[in-house]
């Protein structure tokens, strides 16, 4: 029986490879000089810092611009609220990553909304679909795709 799995994940060498390129294009640009304006990753969560929260606003397009030519979708980033003391400015960045039990059980409440004849399954942090047609299993992929859930989401481990 055909199946597939639905996961929400990043590539993190890819991830580390974009901040190293958005830290070196903040070093290089002209109204960082000076600065000490940086981008920090610790596990999941990044960290934005800078003297003002202009700076801070000026740094989030071009963290999004490397993250997505290297593949990263920029919807699984969370940013938190500009905090300024001391004469510097820090921002939060939770990287989402994984599907929680309320996205999944959205996923599994609209894929049985299709009435199509395929069953979902919640498995910890993913969503396994399968069903007996291939066809059936492509329009739910579909569906998740234009459902807009607000994550990234890859589908993988097709099997016929």
Not at 51 to 78: A, H, N, T, W, Y
Not at 87 to 106: C, F, H, M, S, T
Not at 115 to 138: M, N, P, T
Request: overall charge neutral; proline content about 2%.
């Amino acid at each position: 029986m055909p199946s597939f799995d639905v996961v929400s994940e990043i590539d993190h060498h890819e991830l580390k490879n974009a901040l190293d390129q958005a830290n070196r294009e903040i070093g290089t640009r002209y109204d960082f000089k000076g600065s000490n304006a940086n981008i920090a990753q610790t596990g999941n969560d990044l960290s934005l810092e800078a003297e003002s929260e202009f700076q801070i606003k000026q740094m989030i397009p071009i963290l999004q611009e490397k993250m997505s030519r290297r593949g990263i979708d920029v919807e699984c980033l969370d940013f938190g609220d500009v905090v300024e003391m001391n004469k510097r400015a820090r921002q939060p960045v939770i990287i989402r990553e994984g599907l929680d039990k309320e996205v999944a059980r959205k996923m599994v409440k609209l894929i049985k909304d299709k009435k199509l004849k395929v069953q979902a399954a919640i498995q910890g942090d993913q969503l396994r679909v399968s069903g007996k047609k291939r066809d059936d299993l492509q329009q739910v992929m579909q569906a998740l795709r234009e459902a807009g859930l607000g994550i990234p989401l890859q589908f993988n481990n097709f099997r016929d």
